[in-house]
């Protein structure tokens, strides 16, 4: 038994395009989470090319003529079902709850200057909701659900004018629950940019044959627009607490060959650094100049820039953590694309698609994060994917429940090295549509949703084993 430390906030997470569905209701706009396919025929190996958006099948989804379905459309109707959702978070005795707001539920094309008040009386009810429980609200304002209009019209994250949008978007919700909430997440997974350039900036695959390039402009216009919302942020209300995110892409080297530890140097820096660096130290990092100089790409960052990143830095390192890979070739330098692709690890096993599961991980993640930045750190995701089944009508994930344990306990163990963590939200909540396939068939839920990948279901909710277990945790405090 391990008690936890009466700072850690426990609770889980989701997220709007994956939950919500209602995709054209109350005046709501079309978002890009919305366009994206899911592909009964896929082959487990092809997740990546899966992944990308090209404009051959962006046009398809804009079609929608009933060859595929597209499940954020639907979502798990966390929309019309909020309140039983919040009700059954309150019974599992959690403290916080992470969502994030759809964008085009407030600014349905992005560009509108006033917001749909009828989107916002949503995000009103959800968050009284949570509040009247007791449970804190801890707001991604932005999750992977851009409205496609910004793409259409102005071609994404590339385009600087889109950090006006966002931060129009940005401030409306921010003084609107501005005696609500205290947590805001600028951006999910600020790194995903690089790795799926339609979810993260709002590219398509094939429009630049350098995509890869291309997305660090778009890059550093979403890092100025984290800048500028922080600004603007604590302008409304100082107490607000920043959280950056990062998709923690932990890799150790294969051997100790100083070469390939050399690389895996690199590798992280390039990976999980190079973007904490800019939301925390307020500055691109030499390394990464360096980089961006290598491949050519000219950012262009004007003293105006450089004094608003370096001024508006998140107070708290949020990140995503699911597994560990391995660097195992010395070959090449540190190459463009390829940045989720890893080796395998003998000393730890894999779930279905892959992911590697590695809880001492996260310890060593841990520690490495809090020596380099020293700030509280907020693991906003971590959980585990399964395709299971209601058996008796019930889920016996005790998989889960060894994961989420075993991670739980490295968690307090980072803690007991020294490390400041306040917060750990579990992926997920319910199960949601998956982000990268958009398919029901990879559940990572506390709860079972009865619905499959084409939308077909009762939609109703069934507490898993693990919804038990963790409610005891939150009550026991204890592992
Ligand atoms: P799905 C890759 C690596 C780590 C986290 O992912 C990632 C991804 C992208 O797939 O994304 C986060 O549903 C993301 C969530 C997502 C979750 O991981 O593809 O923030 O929206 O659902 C799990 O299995």
């Known amino acids: 038994m391990k008690k936890i430390s009466k700072d850690l906030m426990l609770g889980c997470s989701i997220s709007a395009n994956q939950a919500e569905g209602a995709f054209n209701v109350n005046g709501k706009g079309l978002s890009i989470a919305e366009l994206r396919r899911y592909n009964p025929n896929l082959d487990r190996k092809d997740i990546n090319t899966e992944r990308k958006m090209t404009k ?30 919040v009700k059954l978070i309150a019974d599992m005795k959690n403290d916080c709850f992470r969502t994030s707001i759809a964008w085009t539920r407030i600014f349905p094309n992005g560009d509108e200057k006033e917001p749909n008040l009828k989107g916002l009386e949503f995000y009103d009810n959800l968050i009284d909701e949570l509040v009247k429980n007791k449970i804190e609200p801890i707001i991604t304002i932005s999750h992977y659900e851009m409205p496609y209009n910004l793409v259409a019209k102005y071609g994404g994250w590339k385009n600087p004018i889109l950090i006006e949008f966002y931060t129009n978007f940005a401030k409306t919700v921010m003084e609107r629950y501005k005696n609500k909430v205290k947590y805001w997440i600028p951006f999910n997974e600020i790194n995903a940019a690089n790795y799926s350039v339609w979810a993260g900036a709002g590219l398509l695959d094939d429009e630049h044959p350098n995509i890869l390039g291309l997305s660090m402009y778009a890059l550093h216009n979403i890092f100025l627009a984290n800048a500028q919302t922080v600004k603007i942020g604590k302008e409304i209300n100082k107490n607000f607490l920043f959280g950056s995110m990062v998709a923690t892409l932990l890799n150790y080297a294969e051997s100790c060959d100083p070469q390939l530890v050399l690389k895996t140097e690199k590798d992280q820096q390039l990976k999980i650094y190079s973007f904490f660096d800019v939301m925390h130290r307020g500055e691109y990092s030499k390394f990464s100049l360096n980089l961006l100089k290598k491949f050519s790409i000219d ?18 390192l949020g990140f995503s953590y699911y597994m560990s890979g391995v660097v195992n070739q010395i070959e090449g330098d540190v190459t463009e694309g390829n940045l989720s692709k890893t080796g395998k690890n003998k000393f730890l096993k894999a779930n279905e698609w892959g992911w590697q599961i590695d809880p001492i991980g996260l310890r060593i993640l841990m520690n490495r994060l809090y020596d380099r930045y020293q700030k509280p750190l907020f693991i906003l995701e971590n959980g585990i994917g399964f395709d299971e089944k209601l058996e008796n009508g019930k889920i016996n994930d005790d998989y889960r429940i060894e994961y989420m344990k075993n991670h739980l306990e490295q968690i307090q163990n980072a803690i007991e090295d020294g490390v400041e963590c306040i917060g750990y939200t579990a992926w997920s909540l319910m199960d949601i549509i998956s982000h990268g396939t958009s398919e029901m068939t990879k559940r990572y839920g506390l ?32 592992i």
């Open 56 to 85: 051959e099948k962006l046009q398809e989804a804009l079609n929608d003529d009933g060859k595929y379905v597209y499940p954020k459309k639907i979502g798990v109707n966390f929309y019309e079902r909020y309140k039983e959702d």
């Open 447 to 478: 709860i079972y949703v009865d619905q499959d990948s084409f939308g077909k279901g009762s939609q109703n909710r069934t507490p898993k084993k693990s919804y038990d277990w963790y409610k005891n945790v939150c009550i026991s405090r204890e």
């Open 299 to 316: 950012l262009k960052i004007s003293n105006e820039d450089k004094k608003l990143l370096k001024e508006n830095t998140c107070d708290f």
